[in-house]
C-alpha cells in the first residue's frame, strides 16, 4: 500500500542512520554509519528533526544510491530529500553519478538540502571542469523533479548559474537550523587562559599539506586542557582499534595517530552521534579549527568557534552565517595569529545571532517552495523530536585505545566474540551448502560443466567482513 493511499506523507532522507539509531561504537564502524565523516550526521540530523510533523515520517536510506530501488521508492514515498555537503568535487563523481542514475528513475520530487562545490579559497573552478558532466547531469535531474536547487553559499550558487542554472538558492546548510530561528552563542569567559578547555578540529590534508599541524602543537604545548576532536572513519578505527590500514595512517602528525602525544594523553575524541558531540562541547570555552561542521556542533552547543578555512566549501559557509573565520594559508604564516586567545578575543557573533531569524525564513522558504512542511512553522518546534532524543542513551566519544583495564577492554573483544560466533555460525552453513552443491555437482558432471564454487575459507571472510582482522592485525603492534 502506498503512503497516497494510507494518507501520511513519507519523506526518505539520505542519511547515514536515523537520529533515534542507538549503535555500539564497534557497529558503527563496521558498518560506517557516520559515511566516512561524522560530520555529516550532523547535517542529516538537523533535517531529519526539521521535517518530522505530525502527519509526515522521516526514514533514513542509509546513503544507499541503488538504482533498483526506484521502483519500491516511488510506491512507498512522496519526497526523496537529500542533505549533501561538498558533493561537486573530483573524488565524489562516481557517488554522484550513482545518485543521479537513482533519481533519474523517480517519479517524486527531490529535493537537495545545501550541495557545495569544493576549490580553493580562491574559488578558482579550473579543478572542477572534469566533473562537469557529472554536476549538468544530476543538476539537471533535480531541477526536472523540484522547483529549486539549495546550495550551500555564494561560489556554488555562481557555479551552477554560468552553467546555466537559474533554479539555485543560496540556504547554507541544514545544520545550523537544527533549533529554528534560535541560535544563542555566548561569550562566557572575559578572556582565554592556559587554563580554558579548548577543542580543536581539522582535517588529514589540512595537517599534512596546508600547515594545521604547527597551529596543533603550538596550542598543545601552551594550552593543557585542549582535546582534538576528529570526525574521519579512519580517526575512529585508530582510536578505538589502533587500526593503522587505512592511507590516512600515513599522517602520523595527527592527533588521532597513536604516536601522536595528544592520544597518549587521551586528548582526543571522535563522536558516533550529534548528540553526544554537541552535549560534550557545552562545557568547553571555545573551538576552532579546519572542520566546519565540527565548529557548527560547538555553536549548536553554544560555544564560540571560529573557522579556519582552507577551501571553498569552508569559506562559502562562513560568509553566508556570518561565522567569525581566518583563511588557513594567512594564519600558518603567522602562527601567533592563530592563538585560541587572540581567536576568541577577535570572534563577533554579532551578525551570525542577529542574521539568524532571517536566513532562517529563507531556509523554511524554499522547504515551503518544494512542498515540504517543517516542524517550526508546522509542527511542535521539535518537542517531540527532542524528548524522544532525550530518553535514548548514545555511546560516548571514541577514546584513544590506551586502557589496559578490564572496562576498556570488554565491550571490543564482547563484540569480537559475538563477531566470531557469527562467522562459526555462517560457517557451518557454508559447509552444508557446499557438501549439497558437491552432491548436486556430481550427479549433474557428465551432463553439465560444474560452475566453480568460492571456498568455504574465502566465502567465510567476506561474510565476517574486515574489522576482526584489523583489529587482530593491530594487535600484534
Same mark, same amino acid.
Given at each position: 500500500?502506498?503512503?497516497?493511499?494510507?494518507?501520511?506523507?513519507?519523506?526518505?532522507?539520505?542519511?547515514?542512520?536515523?537520529?533515534?539509531?542507538?549503535?555500539?561504537?564497534?557497529?558503527?564502524?563496521?558498518?560506517?554509519?557516520?559515511?566516512?565523516?561524522?560530520?555529516?550526521?550532523?547535517?542529516?540530523?538537523?533535517? *531529519?528533526?526539521?521535517?518530522?510533523?505530525?502527519? %509526515?515520517?522521516?526514514?533514513?536510506?542509509? +546513503?544507499?544510491?541503488?538504482?533498483?530501488?526506484?521502483?519500491?521508492?516511488?510506491?512507498?514515498?512522496?519526497?526523496?530529500?537529500?542533505?549533501?555537503?561538498?558533493?561537486?568535487?573530483?573524488?565524489?563523481?562516481?557517488?554522484?553519478?550513482? @545518485?543521479?542514475?537513482? +533519481?533519474?528513475?523517480?517519479?517524486?520530487?527531490?529535493?537537495?538540502?545545501?550541495?557545495?562545490?569544493?576549490?580553493? &579559497?580562491?574559488?578558482?573552478? %579550473?579543478?572542477?571542469?572534469? +566533473? =562537469?558532466?557529472?554536476?549538468?547531469?544530476?543538476?539537471?535531474?533535480?531541477?526536472?523533479?523540484?522547483?529549486?536547487?539549495?546550495?550551500?553559499?555564494?561560489?556554488?550558487?555562481?557555479? @551552477?548559474?554560468?552553467?546555466?542554472?537559474?533554479?539555485?538558492?543560496?540556504?547554507?546548510?541544514?545544520?545550523?537550523?537544527?533549533?529554528?530561528?534560535?541560535?544563542?552563542?555566548?561569550?562566557?569567559?572575559?578572556?582565554?587562559?592556559?587554563?580554558?578547555?579548548?577543542?580543536?578540529?581539522?582535517?588529514?590534508?589540512?595537517?599534512?599539506?596546508?600547515?594545521?599541524?604547527?597551529?596543533?602543537?603550538?596550542? *598543545?604545548?601552551?594550552?593543557?586542557?585542549?582535546?582534538?576532536?576528529?570526525?574521519? @572513519?579512519?580517526?575512529?578505527?585508530?582510536?578505538?582499534?589502533?587500526?593503522?590500514?587505512?592511507?590516512?595512517?600515513?599522517?602520523?602528525?595527527?592527533?588521532? *595517530?597513536?604516536? *601522536?602525544?595528544?592520544?597518549?594523553?587521551?586528548?582526543?575524541?571522535?563522536? &558516533?552521534?550529534?548528540?553526544?558531540?554537541?552535549?560534550?562541547?557545552?562545557?568547553?570555552?571555545? #573551538?576552532?579549527?579546519?572542520?566546519?561542521?565540527?565548529?557548527?556542533?560547538?555553536?549548536?552547543?553554544? %560555544?564560540?568557534?571560529?573557522?579556519?578555512?582552507?577551501?571553498?566549501?569552508?569559506?562559502?559557509?562562513?560568509?553566508?552565517?556570518? +561565522?567569525?573565520?581566518?583563511?588557513?594559508?594567512?594564519?600558518?604564516?603567522?602562527?601567533?595569529?592563530?592563538?585560541?586567545?587572540?581567536?576568541?578575543?577577535?570572534?563577533?557573533?554579532?551578525?551570525?545571532?542577529?542574521?539568524?531569524?532571517?536566513?532562517?525564513?529563507?531556509?523554511?522558504?524554499?522547504?515551503?517552495?518544494?512542498?515540504?512542511?517543517?516542524?517550526?512553522?508546522?509542527?511542535?518546534?521539535?518537542?517531540?523530536?527532542? =524528548?524522544?532524543?532525550?530518553?535514548?542513551?548514545?555511546?560516548?566519544?571514541?577514546?584513544?585505545?590506551?586502557?589496559?583495564?578490564?572496562?576498556?577492554?570488554?565491550?571490543?573483544?564482547?563484540?569480537?566474540?559475538?563477531?566470531?560466533?557469527?562467522? #562459526?555460525?555462517?560457517?557451518?552453513?557454508?559447509?552444508?551448502?557446499?557438501?549439497?552443491?558437491?552432491?548436486?555437482?556430481?550427479?549433474?558432471?557428465?551432463?553439465?560443466?560444474? %560452475?566453480?564454487?568460492?571456498?568455504?575459507?574465502?566465502?567465510?571472510?567476506?561474510?565476517?567482513?574486515?574489522?576482526?582482522?584489523?583489529?587482530?592485525? #593491530?594487535?600484534?603492534?
Amino acid at each position: 500500500m502506498s503512503s497516497k493511499d494510507r494518507g501520511a506523507k513519507r519523506i526518505l532522507l539520505r542519511s547515514g542512520k536515523s537520529p533515534y539509531d542507538v549503535v555500539s561504537v564497534e557497529d558503527a564502524l563496521h558498518r560506517d554509519v557516520i559515511a566516512t565523516n561524522s560530520g555529516n550526521l550532523i547535517f542529516s540530523d538537523a533535517a *531529519h528533526k526539521i521535517l518530522q510533523t505530525q502527519g %509526515t515520517e522521516v526514514v533514513s536510506n542509509g +546513503i544507499s544510491a541503488e538504482v533498483a530501488a526506484a521502483g519500491r521508492i516511488n510506491e512507498e514515498y512522496d519526497a526523496f530529500v537529500v542533505p549533501l555537503a561538498n558533493a561537486f568535487r573530483p573524488s565524489f563523481e562516481s557517488g554522484l553519478r550513482r @545518485l543521479t542514475r537513482l +533519481i533519474t528513475r523517480l517519479r517524486i520530487p527531490v529535493v537537495v538540502l545545501g550541495v557545495g562545490a569544493q576549490t580553493g &579559497v580562491s574559488y578558482n573552478p %579550473t579543478r572542477l571542469q572534469r +566533473i =562537469e558532466p557529472a554536476v549538468r547531469g544530476f543538476v539537471s535531474a533535480v531541477l526536472d523533479r523540484s522547483a529549486s536547487i539549495g546550495v550551500r553559499g555564494e561560489f556554488t550558487e555562481q557555479y @551552477l548559474k554560468d552553467m546555466g542554472f537559474r533554479d539555485v538558492e543560496v540556504i547554507g546548510c541544514p545544520s545550523l537550523f537544527m533549533y529554528g530561528r534560535q541560535l544563542a552563542v555566548h561569550k562566557r569567559a572575559v578572556a582565554l587562559t592556559p587554563e580554558s578547555r579548548i577543542a580543536i578540529n581539522g582535517s588529514h590534508s589540512a595537517v599534512r599539506t596546508q600547515g594545521l599541524d604547527r597551529i596543533i602543537d603550538r596550542t *598543545h604545548e601552551r594550552y593543557p586542557r585542549l582535546r582534538f576532536i576528529g570526525q574521519n @572513519l579512519s580517526d575512529a578505527r585508530q582510536l578505538h582499534w589502533r587500526d593503522l590500514s587505512d592511507p590516512n595512517a600515513q599522517v602520523t602528525a595527527m592527533p588521532t *595517530h597513536p604516536d *601522536h602525544p595528544m592520544y597518549r594523553e587521551d586528548k582526543v575524541r571522535v563522536y &558516533v552521534d550529534p548528540a553526544t558531540w554537541i552535549d560534550d562541547l557545552r562545557s568547553f570555552d571555545f #573551538s576552532f579549527g579546519s572542520r566546519i561542521h565540527g565548529n557548527i556542533a560547538a555553536l549548536l552547543a553554544g %560555544t564560540p568557534a571560529t573557522v579556519l578555512c582552507g577551501d571553498s566549501r569552508t569559506l562559502e559557509l562562513c560568509r553566508y552565517f556570518d +561565522i567569525p573565520h581566518r583563511r588557513l594559508d594567512k594564519v600558518v604564516k603567522d602562527p601567533e595569529s592563530a592563538d585560541p586567545a587572540r581567536l576568541y578575543e577577535d570572534a563577533d557573533f554579532t551578525k551570525l545571532v542577529g542574521g539568524h531569524a532571517e536566513r532562517f525564513e529563507r531556509f523554511t522558504s524554499f522547504l515551503d517552495k518544494n512542498g515540504l512542511e517543517n516542524t517550526f512553522t508546522h509542527g511542535d518546534g521539535g518537542a517531540a523530536f527532542e =524528548e524522544r532524543m532525550r530518553s535514548l542513551s548514545f555511546p560516548a566519544g571514541v577514546r584513544p585505545w590506551n586502557d589496559t583495564d578490564m572496562a576498556s577492554l570488554t565491550s571490543r573483544f564482547t563484540w569480537l566474540h559475538t563477531r566470531i560466533n557469527e562467522l #562459526s555460525v555462517d560457517n557451518a552453513q557454508l559447509k552444508r551448502d557446499l557438501a549439497r552443491t558437491r552432491t548436486g555437482t556430481k550427479a549433474t558432471a557428465k551432463l553439465t560443466p560444474a %560452475t566453480p564454487t568460492p571456498s568455504v575459507y574465502r566465502r567465510a571472510r567476506r561474510a565476517v567482513g574486515r574489522p576482526i582482522r584489523r583489529a587482530l592485525q #593491530s594487535g600484534r603492534d
